[in-house]
């Protein structure tokens, strides 16, 4: 049963990421889907379920930068599912725009 609220776009974009504020660097992996509310980060990492992590990424080449905060959902051996969560107002928008054109 697919529980999603929202409709998924097949992308392949960089996303930098770092699970807290302490962390210096970012790691680079990719997204393969994006809908309104998450995104699918394919990695190798260790993505304990339930982490925030800080995302940003661009979901097309001229695009603005999204930087938005994610809840690792759900893990599975290819990545990890994450939702976004608090978004603000002008985040949401960006990342409705940019599903709109997915």
Same mark, same amino acid.
């Given at each position: !049963?697919?529980?999603? %609220?929202?409709?998924?776009?097949?992308?392949? !974009?960089?996303?930098?990421?770092? =699970? /807290? /504020?302490?962390?210096?660097?970012? &790691?680079?992996?990719?997204?393969? &889907?994006? =809908?309104? $509310? $998450?995104?699918?980060?394919?990695?190798?990492?260790?993505?304990?379920? &339930?982490?925030?992590?800080?995302?940003?990424? /661009?979901?097309?080449?001229?695009?603005?930068?999204? =930087?938005?905060?994610?809840?690792?959902?759900?893990?599975? %051996?290819? $990545?990890? $599912? !994450?939702?976004?969560?608090?978004?603000?107002?002008?985040?949401?928008?960006?990342? &409705?725009? /940019?599903?709109?054109?997915?």
């Amino acid at each position: !049963m697919d529980r999603r %609220q929202h409709a998924r776009h097949p992308v392949r !974009m960089l996303v930098q990421h770092q =699970s /807290s /504020s302490a962390d210096e660097a970012f &790691d680079v992996d990719y997204a393969t &889907d994006l =809908s309104r $509310g $998450g995104l699918f980060l394919h990695t190798k990492r260790a993505l304990p379920k &339930d982490t925030t992590l800080h995302v940003h990424f /661009s979901p097309t080449k001229d695009a603005q930068l999204i =930087s938005a905060f994610c809840r690792v959902a759900r893990v599975t %051996q290819d $990545g990890a $599912g !994450m939702e976004f969560v608090a978004l603000d107002a002008e985040t949401r928008a960006l990342i &409705d725009r /940019s599903v709109a054109r997915a």
